[in-house]
């Protein structure tokens, strides 16, 4: 069975500080992508990052970073120089070689002035 | 702009009242997924389409039923709608059957179920 797990149900970061949202997975694939995703309130479902199980750099997206540790199994999001606006639901999630993609149970981010 | 859109956004049906919901991008992209998030939980993958090869998770209920009669729509069903359906269902594209692209998400259509 595939497996994403958030264990951090919800997190304070003081704004323009820097924070990590953690996400470890389990798969038997070989081949597999990671991705973070941004909710908001609104419920809309953002994109932020991708990593490939095969890349040997970690991804980076503006102020979004992946830590990518492939042997331990995770895929860290780190979102420097924190922003109000950045205050949402934050998913892990993986998509098999089969097109399916699981998603973790979600990170609360809260952005404190 | 090409995107994702699900119609209606909000829906509202009856205890046992078939519902359909709709999907339809100007993505031209292969691979159109079903999922159902509930209230402070994780987006459930239900089933995807790869072109016209339908794949079903196996834990989705028969009540779940979905058609795609071409590249742009895809539908799903709920035969028999239960309380517990009550749910924002979400509508996604992805380009290829290539783990590395992401999705893009539709708005989603919030199902009440009365």
């Known amino acids: 069975a595939q497996k994403i797990t958030q264990t951090q149900p919800g997190m304070f970061v003081q704004e323009k500080e820097a924070v990590t949202l953690d996400c470890t997975y389990d798969?038997?694939?070989?081949?597999?992508?990671l991705f973070w995703y941004k909710q908001p309130s609104s419920g809309e479902m953002i994109f932020l990052i991708y990593?490939?199980?095969?890349?040997?750099q970690n991804a980076t997206e503006g102020r979004y970073s992946l830590n990518f540790q492939k042997a331990r199994k995770s895929a860290n999001l780190v979102i420097s120089a924190s922003q109000l606006g950045d205050s949402a639901m934050y998913f892990c999630?993986?998509?098999?070689?089969?097109?399916?993609?699981?998603f973790g149970t979600g990170t609360s981010l809260t952005v404190i002035p | 702009d090409a995107m994702v859109i699900q119609n209606p956004r909000y829906q509202v049906t009856q205890f046992g009242k078939p519902v359909t919901l709709s999907c339809s991008q100007t993505l031209n992209h292969n691979v159109m997924y079903w999922y159902q998030q509930k209230s402070s939980q994780a987006p459930k993958l239900l089933f995807h389409y790869y072109d016209k090869d339908f794949n079903n998770e196996a834990d989705t209920p028969d009540n779940f039923q979905s058609r795609r009669p071409n590249t742009s729509f895809c539908f799903l069903d709920i035969r028999s709608p239960g309380l517990g359906d009550a749910a924002m269902y979400l509508c996604?594209?992805?380009?290829?059957?290539?783990?590395?692209?992401?999705?893009?998400f539709g708005p989603g259509t919030r199902l009440t179920v009365t």
């Open positions: 990593q490939g199980s095969y890349d040997e």
């Open positions: 999630a993986m998509r098999r070689s089969s097109n399916q993609f699981y």
């Open positions: 798969t038997s694939d070989q081949s597999y992508g």
């Open positions: 996604a594209t992805s380009s290829r059957r290539d783990s590395g692209n992401e999705q893009y």
